[in-house]
């Protein structure tokens, strides 16, 4: 399946964010959306999630304009992990993850017991069974990252967006995301995310996708892409590449 | 998760049945707990009770009614502020934030400035709460902007404080002597005049909208959380807000047709619901109702009891709310955060 746009203007009522933008994620693919502070990372993601709509062009899933898909069917192919935040009330740890099984329910409909399989399941898949009765208020910033994710799987989505999962969170629960993207898309999810840091889509997308001022830097192979000169065009400023002597694996600096 | 709810809600149940004994029991004709149960047992099985003709005539004319007018309102406006409280995602929000309460106060008013009966004055509330809510909703819905709950609570404040201006007005120019005194005992709220008429046209919408949330409540859940997330859960937030928004004005207009306006229930009465029970409302509304019905029972049962002339309702909530409220902003609660 895939989910693309094709020449999307991207932007408010008020506010034109970027034009002319073509991007495209299949399933089994891990894609990174990297770029500047303001450039339109979030507002083209949230466009391909069907949550504003494009200006101009067209974001199509599975062959059909994504607009024509009722909520509920948009929600078992395309989940959202947004960047953790505070909940205004203390649900439980697994009431917000068996929200993510809403859409699979009528209007009516409350949770049913394989609702409460499934994110038993998903909540163990992420190693955070043992948070079940928590509340949701009162976990680390890492543990909400999870949940979250937990949340998304819940859905049993094709496509799992995550804006900026690694902000915000230390260094080892950052690995853990970068090994969890790289897991579900060998699952066979398409996933895309953004973040600010070339070496997470180094280390976790196949593809990258680099967008500044609302345009299109470039795109393409991870490993292709991710060059300095690339970068430095991208965020403005220099970056050193240092490499790894035996494995030959590189990573960036910044400064 | 139902196991950890159970004793809150015993809690909530034994609150209003407390109250229920209590509101019988206390009054110028004190009705025993026995002398009830006979009562009760006679009407249910036919036979004639062992009491005197006057209690039952208490029972069942008198105070009866207002009991359960007592409750019905309590409980309505406990369900109503908990649904806005998830609505609005602000555990500080209450029943009025869209206008219902200033809505259906300037409809009383005009009906009271104008003579009206009783009826046409209760049915000129219940349409001036429904009238204003939906002006709110339209004029909030056509300005454009990210955030659509911001735009129609600033949306309501604003309608709000000019229907308080109506209401200002119309008691500017009410007869001092006669109009003036029924238009601010009513804006104070009151349960005195209530009658056995006056339970069907309370006990109808009350009911409807309260099973409306019941059967959301799982989306309320949902919507609950920042609106793009409920989106990309798949509920179609838009609709839902106003069936929502619909059934909490339906229950308040109905409430404060029949009792005016008593603020502090709608505000206060969900947070202690939360803290028995958690934020789920599948259990937060049944809860949230019990407590609000026995809350404002025991507010009435003081109301006429404790002075020689009736205390009006919204006096005693405002007495008791203020330091609850000052006590919730201190950060005691740990229910949100």
């Known amino acids: ?255 | 998760m139902n196991r950890s709810a159970a004793p809150g809600m015993a809690i909530a149940g034994g609150v209003l049945v407390a109250a229920l004994l209590l509101a019988f029991a206390v009054g110028q004709y004190p009705v025993s707990f026995g002398d009830m149960l006979d009562v009760l047992v006679a009407k249910l099985t036919g036979h004639a009770p062992d009491v005197p003709a006057a209690v039952e005539s208490v029972i069942w004319q008198v105070r009866g009614p207002r009991v359960v007018a007592a409750v019905l309102v309590g409980a309505a406006l406990a369900v109503a502020g908990t649904a806005f409280q998830g609505l609005f995602r602000n555990p500080l929000v209450s029943p009025d934030i869209l206008g219902a309460s200033s809505g259906a106060a300037l409809g009383a008013v005009l009906g009271i400035y104008f003579s009206l009966g009783v009826f046409a004055i209760q049915g000129l509330a219940f349409i001036g709460g429904l009238v204003a809510v939906a002006a709110v909703y339209m004029i909030g819905s056509t300005v454009r902007s990210r955030d659509p709950i911001l735009v129609l609570v600033l949306t309501g404040v604003v309608i709000g404080a000019l229907l308080g201006a109506g209401v200002g007005l119309v008691k500017y120019l009410a007869d001092p002597y006669n109009q003036l005194p029924a238009m601010t005992f009513w804006l104070l709220g009151s349960l005195s005049a209530t009658g056995v008429a006056d339970l069907v046209p309370l006990f109808g919408p009350v009911a409807v909208g309260t099973l409306v949330l019941l059967a959301l409540r799982w989306r309320m859940n949902v919507m609950s959380l920042p609106e793009e997330e409920a989106r990309a859960l798949g509920v179609p937030t838009g609709p839902l807000r106003i069936a929502i928004v619909a059934a909490a004005t339906l229950v308040t207009s109905a409430s404060v047709a029949t009792a005016g306006v008593i603020g502090w229930i709608g505000l206060i009465v969900p947070h202690i619901a939360r803290t028995l029970v958690g934020p789920d409302f599948a259990r937060l509304i049944p809860a949230a109702a019990l407590l609000g019905g026995g809350f404002l029972l025991v507010i009435d049962t003081l109301a006429r009891s404790v002075a020689a002339i009736e205390i009006p309702l919204g006096i005693l909530t405002a007495v008791v709310g203020t330091p609850f409220f000052i006590w919730l902003l201190t950060g005691v609660s740990k229910t949100w955060s």
């Open chain 1, 1 to 255: 399946m895939i989910l693309s746009g094709h020449d999307l203007s991207i932007g408010y009522s008020d506010r034109l964010v970027g034009q002319h933008l073509d991007v495209a994620l299949t399933t089994g693919e891990a894609l990174a959306l990297l770029g500047p502070n303001g450039g339109g990372k979030t507002t083209l993601l949230k466009t391909l999630l069907g949550l504003i709509a494009p200006k101009a062009g067209e974001v199509q899933l599975g062959g059909r304009t994504l607009a024509s898909y009722p909520s509920r069917e948009r929600a078992r192919l395309i989940a959202y992990v947004p960047q953790s935040h505070i909940a205004t009330f203390a649900f439980t740890v697994e009431t917000i993850v068996l929200m993510g099984r809403t859409a699979h329910g009528g209007l009516f409909s409350q949770p049913t017991a394989a609702d409460r399989a499934v994110s038993a399941r998903v909540l163990d898949r992420f190693g955070i069974g043992h948070l079940r009765e928590r509340p949701y208020t009162m976990i680390s910033g890492g543990e909400r990252q999870l949940v979250l994710l937990a949340r998304a799987l819940a859905q049993e989505p094709q496509f799992i967006v995550l804006d900026e999962p690694t902000a915000s969170l230390d260094f080892g629960n950052q690995g853990k995301v970068m090994r969890e993207i790289r897991a579900l898309a060998a699952a066979g999810h398409g996933v895309l995310f953004t973040t600010h840091d070339p070496n997470h889509a180094l280390r976790a997308a196949d593809r990258v996708f680099l967008l500044r001022d609302g345009v299109r830097i470039a795109e393409g192979k991870t490993e292709a892409v991710l060059v300095r000169e690339q970068l430095e065009a991208l965020y403005g400023a220099p970056v050193e590449t240092v490499m790894d002597g035996g494995g030959g694996r590189k990573a960036f600096l910044p400064g």
